[in-house]
C-alpha cells in the first residue's frame, strides 16, 4: 500500500465516524425538539426561553379565572421577600394581583409586616420602601 491508498481509507474512517455522530446527535436532538412540540399549546409565544400567554385576558367569557403571564408581569415566588424600589423588579405603583394557579382563586400575601388574603383580578397600590411576599403560592404581579 502507498500512501495515497493509506490516507484514503483514513479519510473514509474519518467520514463514517462524522456521520455515525451526525445521525447519533441528530435522534437525540429530535427526540427533545418532539417533546418540546408536545408541550406546546395554542395561545402561547415563546421569547428567550419564557412562554408568554397572548390571550391577557383576567377572567374568560364564563366568569371563571384566566391565568396568564404577560411579558411586563412578575412573579412572586413563594416565601421571597421583594422590596419596592426602583431598582429592584417590583416598582411603587398600582398592580393586579394574578394567581398562578387555577385551583387558588384566594392567596395570601404579606405586605410590610401584616398577612392579607387577596383574590385573583384584586388591585393593590405599593409604595416606596414596602416589603412584599407571597405566602402560600406563587402570585403574578400585573
Same mark, same amino acid.
Do not use: P
Given at each position: 500500500?502507498?500512501?495515497?491508498?493509506?490516507?484514503?481509507?483514513?479519510? #473514509?474512517?474519518?467520514?463514517?465516524?462524522?456521520? $455515525?455522530?451526525?445521525?447519533?446527535?441528530?435522534?437525540?436532538?429530535?427526540?427533545?425538539? @418532539? #417533546?418540546?412540540?408536545?408541550?406546546?399549546?395554542?395561545?402561547?409565544?415563546?421569547?428567550?426561553?419564557?412562554?408568554?400567554?397572548?390571550?391577557?385576558?383576567?377572567?374568560?367569557?364564563?366568569? /371563571?379565572?384566566?391565568?396568564?403571564?404577560?411579558?411586563?408581569?412578575?412573579?412572586?415566588?413563594?416565601?421571597?421577600? /421583594?422590596?419596592?424600589?426602583k431598582k429592584n423588579r417590583v416598582w411603587a405603583g398600582?398592580?393586579?394581583?394574578?394567581?398562578?394557579?387555577?385551583?387558588? /382563586?384566594?392567596?395570601?400575601?404579606?405586605? #410590610?409586616?401584616?398577612? @392579607? /388574603?387577596?383574590?385573583?383580578?384584586?388591585?393593590?397600590?405599593?409604595?416606596?420602601?414596602?416589603?412584599?411576599?407571597?405566602?402560600?403560592?406563587?402570585?403574578? $404581579?400585573?
Amino acid at each position: 500500500m502507498d500512501t495515497y491508498q493509506i490516507l484514503c481509507i483514513i479519510l #473514509g474512517v474519518l467520514c463514517a465516524f462524522i456521520l $455515525l455522530m451526525f445521525i447519533f446527535i441528530n435522534r437525540k436532538y429530535s427526540k427533545t425538539l @418532539k #417533546g418540546f412540540k408536545d408541550r406546546e399549546v395554542d395561545g402561547i409565544r415563546a421569547k428567550k426561553g419564557v412562554r408568554y400567554t397572548i390571550d391577557q385576558t383576567v377572567v374568560d367569557e364564563n366568569g /371563571e379565572m384566566n391565568v396568564s403571564f404577560g411579558s411586563s408581569d412578575i412573579i412572586l415566588k413563594q416565601n421571597e421577600t /421583594e422590596i419596592v424600589g426602583k431598582k429592584n423588579r417590583v416598582w411603587a405603583g398600582k398592580y393586579t394581583l394574578l394567581s398562578t394557579r387555577d385551583e387558588d /382563586e384566594t392567596f395570601n400575601l404579606r405586605i #410590610g409586616n401584616y398577612v @392579607k /388574603e387577596y383574590k385573583h383580578n384584586q388591585t393593590i397600590v405599593l409604595s416606596e420602601g414596602q416589603e412584599i411576599t407571597a405566602v402560600n403560592c406563587d402570585v403574578i $404581579l400585573r
